[in-house]
């Protein structure tokens, strides 16, 4: 048995045909016309011995062997397209492709980015803000922000913040708060971004973590953390605010803790990317900037305190 493989085009051709189930399709898509690429097929076919395709009255449809090779064939140019790309990212030391979360990069990453374009004017950021799974193979983000409880053990992954959560208003609500059973009189501001989190996160665990009666669900839903924010810096109410998020506001007064009491999450944000790409120069100058740019973020409220979860919370 010859095992030698038909030539990259004849496979090529095959890939798109059987994809599109259509010989004029795969042909557009390639760039050729229609009788180049069936010359093509045709060639594969005689190459392996047997047909791929039956051709009907203006459709086509595969043949048992055409079945059996087409998921290997386009795994195999999947494959190809992968370690092309991934070879050519690591030669490109002056393009950057980042992304977080929708939140994360409107209240922390986005305003701080011209320090990063001024000290590395040599490197064009480009930004995804987004939540779904990235594949680092077939995508072409070089490096993500993620927040959760889990983390990919087979990609680098390094802690940024460990997050917490607090009551945080506008300093004018803030003159009638003096404990915990206050923000009951107060309209409530609730996330669901995080109601994924185990143990929730949330108003009520909040109360029961501070040992205090929680009466009703009251207050507006936001679907995004970020929006919840801008609605206390407004005077809207109280959001339980993500250090992460609030950090800039309660460094310049726009929002305040008057209740030193925090709410653990257990969940973190991390910075990731595939094993061995943290040393490429770019990735490494970028991750090296969040770090730093995040020492201070820690700072932030120092003297609050952590609320003792019950083990059944």
Not at 11 to 37: C, G, I, Y
Not at 148 to 170: H, K, N, V
Not at 204 to 211: E, I, M
């Amino acid at each position: 048995m010859n095992d030698r493989l038909p030539p990259l085009t004849a496979l090529r051709a095959f890939e798109a045909a059987a994809r599109h189930m259509s010989f004029s399709r795969a042909a557009d898509e390639l760039n050729v016309t229609p009788a180049a690429l069936s010359f093509q097929i045709k060639s594969l076919e005689e190459h392996l011995g047997a047909p791929v395709f039956r051709r009907l009255n203006r459709a086509v449809e595969l043949t048992e062997e055409g079945q059996l090779l087409a998921p290997g064939v386009s795994d195999g140019f999947d494959a190809l397209q992968s370690a092309w790309r991934a070879v050519k990212r690591r030669l490109n030391s002056a393009t950057l492709t980042v992304t977080a979360g929708p939140a994360f990069t409107a209240k922390w990453l986005a305003p701080k980015l011209f320090s990063f374009a001024k000290e590395n004017p040599d490197i064009e950021l480009r930004f995804s803000a987004g939540l779904g799974l990235i594949d680092f193979a077939r995508g072409d983000v070089d490096v993500a922000i993620r927040f959760g409880q889990e983390f990919d053990p087979q990609l680098y992954s390094r802690t940024l913040i460990d997050e917490w959560m607090a009551p945080m208003m506008s300093p004018e609500l803030a003159k009638n708060v003096t404990e915990v059973a206050d923000l009951q009189k107060m309209t409530l501001l609730h996330q669901e971004d995080i109601d994924f989190l185990k143990p929730p996160a949330n108003w009520r665990a909040y109360f029961a973590a501070a040992q205090v009666p929680y009466i009703e669900e009251h207050g507006p839903r936001f679907s995004q953390a970020d929006h919840a924010v801008d609605a206390a810096l407004a005077g809207g109410g109280v959001v339980l605010g993500r250090l992460s998020l609030a950090a800039t506001y309660l460094g310049d007064g726009r929002l305040v803790m008057p209740i030193r009491h925090r709410l653990p999450t257990g969940a973190s944000y991390r910075i990731v990317c595939p094993k061995g790409h943290e040393t490429r120069p770019q990735v490494a100058r970028f991750i090296e900037w969040v770090v730093r740019e995040i020492a201070g973020m820690n700072t932030v409220a120092q003297d609050a305190r952590f609320l003792l979860r019950k083990p059944d919370e």
